[in-house]
């Protein structure tokens, strides 16, 4: 679990706290908070999508034509949150990775290998499972993330 939590609840409340996390992170790198940095920050939060790092460059690009951006900085900046638990990521083997803010309530993930699509879910039954699993192998979990790879119904009816 990420140490960056945010309370979803008050949205202006939880970006900010966010935001302010982001700007230590930046500090203990010796990085510099630009706005090019803060508008990936930003993206992410306000999507409701997992985003490759060319998707996240053109919303950005789309949103602020007169912004210089390169994709090289959204690949550091991804990198960076990635490597602090701010983000999380989910790989597509030669198709890359897909990033989303791990401050979110947990879930898990079904992930369509034909289109790419990922469905978000959370199953009261499989987090309970997991637990005894982890308790009777006297395992004391800390994280997990499951990830369940398929069709979805749009690319069988294909």
Known sequence: MSEFTVDFNDKTVAYKQLLNDFK???RKNNLKFTLQT???LETLYNSDEHLAPESL???IQDKFPDLNIGIATVYR????LEESKMVAS???????KKYELEAKEHHDHI???ACG???EFVDMQIEERQHHIANDLGFKMLDHS???YGICKTCQNK
Do not use: D, R, V, W
């Open 77 to 80: 900046t991804l990198s960076l």
């Open 38 to 40: 803060e508008l990936i």
């Open 90 to 96: 989910l790989s597509f083997g030669a198709q890359g």
């Open 111 to 113: 992930i369509c290998t």
């Open 57 to 59: 460059h053109h919303l």
């Open 24 to 26: 230590t992170l930046i």
């Open 146 to 148: 499951m990830q369940i």
């Open 117 to 119: 699509n990922i469905t």
